[in-house]
């Protein structure tokens, strides 16, 4: 069975601080992968998707970036946070082609920005 | 993607169906409806999705009108477990982009 996993679960960085959330995935090949950002009582905002290694669409200008170094592993940075990064991250895999797939979701990393 | 309307909020009795509604009245022919839900602090959970039939599995049951319009998540026995925030989402075939709003704030009641 399939799997996916974020780390860490938490995390408090400073203003103008870099970061670093890894999201990986186990038990399928070439997944479409995704991450979104949920603020506080807010819905889920879609940031970054990629159908392969290295191919990567931003949906909202910002000073994030993904990056996607292996078939499985999706990662999610920043040079310098502001304290609107603030939010909770979640990370999503769907099955790879052309159809109607739903998405599963990884448990989330809770970034607080001070 | 068209654009989904859901209300703030519900209750429902443990036991009782729960029936959550959603309209989706600018629908086209190549979109589909997922339902999702999410359990505080954590990340959504998939539970259906249709396109013009009825659809049932282990979780639920999705009924969409005739006109697809409108569409209605049931939960036939609800459990204290089933308190989340469920989303209704509209999305076309091979699209990489949900638009999540911000669902209906399902509250089961002992």
């Known amino acids: 069975s399939q799997t996916i996993h974020q780390w860490p679960a938490t995390l408090v960085q400073p203003v103008g601080s870099p970061l670093s959330l890894e999201c990986t995935v186990e038990g399928t090949s070439n997944p479409n992968l995704y991450w979104y950002r949920q603020a506080a009582g807010r819905g889920l905002q879609l940031l970054f998707y990629?159908?392969?290694?290295?191919?990567i669409s931003s949906e909202v200008p910002q000073n994030l970036s993904a990056s996607r170094p292996q078939d499985r592993q999706f990662i999610l940075s920043s040079k310098k946070l502001l304290l609107s990064d603030s939010g909770f991250y979640l990370c999503?895999?769907?099955?790879?082609?052309?159809?109607?797939?739903?998405?599963?979701f990884g448990p989330g990393t809770r970034l607080t920005v001070t | 993607d068209a654009k989904t309307t859901q209300p703030p909020s519900m209750d429902c009795a443990e036991g009782r169906a729960a029936n959550l509604p959603c309209n989706h009245s600018t629908i086209s022919g190549n979109e589909y409806v997922y339902w999702y839900r999410q359990i505080h602090s954590q990340g959504p959970q998939y539970i259906i999705h249709g396109l013009k039939n009825n659809e049932t599995n282990e979780m639920a049951s999705l009924i969409i009108t005739e006109d697809r319009k409108s569409s209605t998540l049931i939960l036939p026995h609800a459990t204290l477990r089933d308190t989340a925030v469920y989303y209704c989402i509209a999305a076309a075939s091979g699209t990489y982009k949900y638009i999540f709003g911000t669902g209906t704030r399902l509250k089961v009641l002992a």
């Open positions: 999503a895999w769907s099955p790879q082609g052309y159809g109607s797939y739903e998405q599963y």
């Open positions: 990629s159908v392969g290694i290295g191919q």
